[in-house]
């Protein structure tokens, strides 16, 4: 069933800073050794080993931070895989971004366990996220559809986009164990309800609105970057009020890779910017802070993840890098 919420747009008045202390994040990126693969989309395991995928290079592998040691993991030619994440247990999940299904990857003996798609023309399972029991739900960006993997019985249930071409892409889960998705296709925001399944899109108030990825604050309000404007916006679910704030690159700035720390302020890289520009963003004071530029240059940030023990930032970079940024 779709539902459509008429939305409130709200320009947020905004004093850019000239200085956003660009010194004040510490970034350390470790050369990946095989070149132009495409490393993307680290998650830490439970044992503070790195894991991320070479989507052109056709791995996966994990970087020991301690040490700067590398080990790959080859996948079968084709898959391409575009995501992964580790669960508690150290298991790595991964989407088989060009082979319709996704992946399980035991470190200990290197065994792949494979979920296909129950539609075979679901060839792209995009973006994992887990939710709050545990299970996989994820984006299908060319298939445009939304799914959920349930890793007790390895089933998987495909929920379509009603928006034509929508190109489902970041994904976040909301306190209520609830998925909500960009609609990068579109200008909209999606999500589902874990019980019933039925996907509700929220239009967002700009037609030239494109959400990439996406962050939920402790509050569950849903923020976004919006790629095609260089903006960062919040969607209040109690209200269906949008806010934006320009982006300090500009409408050219194309923000991109997006997370959260444990303190509710954002986080998102300039891809528009060469070098690329990390970004920090304080939702209570309406202020961002901490810009701090790429050391490779990034090419394209994707990704990225924030690791609570450590406070720290993982994200891959076009440049062959993994990337860690040091929260202050």
């Known amino acids: 069933m779709r539902h459509v919420a008429a939305l409130v747009p709200a320009l947020a008045a905004l004093a850019l800073p000239t200085d956003l202390g660009r010194a004040a994040v510490d970034i ?24 991320f995928v070479g ?17 790959r993991f080859e996948l ?26 996704i992946g399980r990857l035991d470190p200990a003996d290197g065994k792949i366990t494979k979920y296909p798609m129950p539609d075979p023309a679901v060839r792209d399972p995009h973006t994992l996220v887990f939710d709050r029991t545990g299970d996989i739900w994820f984006t299908a960006q060319g298939a445009n559809v939304v799914g959920k993997l349930t890793v007790a019985t390895g089933a998987v249930r495909l929920i379509p986009v009603p928006t034509p071409r929508a190109r489902p ?13 960009n ?22 108030p700009d037609s030239g609105a494109r959400g990439r990825r996406l962050a939920i604050t402790s509050d569950d309000r849903i923020f976004y970057v919006d790629y ?14 949008v806010e934006e704030w320009p982006a300090p690159g500009g409408a050219g700035s194309r923000p991109y890779a997006m997370t959260v720390d444990d303190r509710d302020r954002l986080w998102f890289v300039e891809t528009g910017a060469r070098p690329n520009r990390l970004v920090g963003f304080d939702p209570k004071t309406a202020e961002f802070f901490g810009g701090s530029d790429i050391p490779s240059g990034g090419g394209t940030v994707r990704h990225m993840m924030f690791h609570r023990p450590t406070r720290e930032i993982w ?7 993994i990337g860690r940024a040091k929260v202050p």
């Open 183 to 204: 609609e990068f296709g579109s200008n909209k925001l999606g999500t589902v309800d874990p019980g019933t399944f039925e996907l509700r899109e929220h239009v967002l």
């Open 28 to 51: 350390k990126e470790w050369p990946v050794p095989w070149a132009e693969s495409r490393p993307r989309d680290p998650d830490v395991a439970p044992d503070g080993k790195v894991w």
């Open 315 to 321: 994200f891959g970079t076009d440049a062959n890098t």
């Open 228 to 241: 095609a404007r260089g903006r960062v916006a919040r969607f209040d679910q109690a209200s269906g009020q």
């Open 76 to 101: 079968d030619p084709g898959v391409h895989p575009h995501n992964l994440i580790v669960d508690k247990s150290g298991i790595v999940w991964y989407a088989g971004n060009q082979a319709s299904h």
């Open 169 to 181: 892409y970041g994904i976040w889960i909301d306190s209520k164990n609830r998925p909500w998705f």
């Open 55 to 71: 989507q052109v290079g056709n791995y996966i592998a994990r970087l020991d931070p301690a040490t700067g040691e590398f080990k």
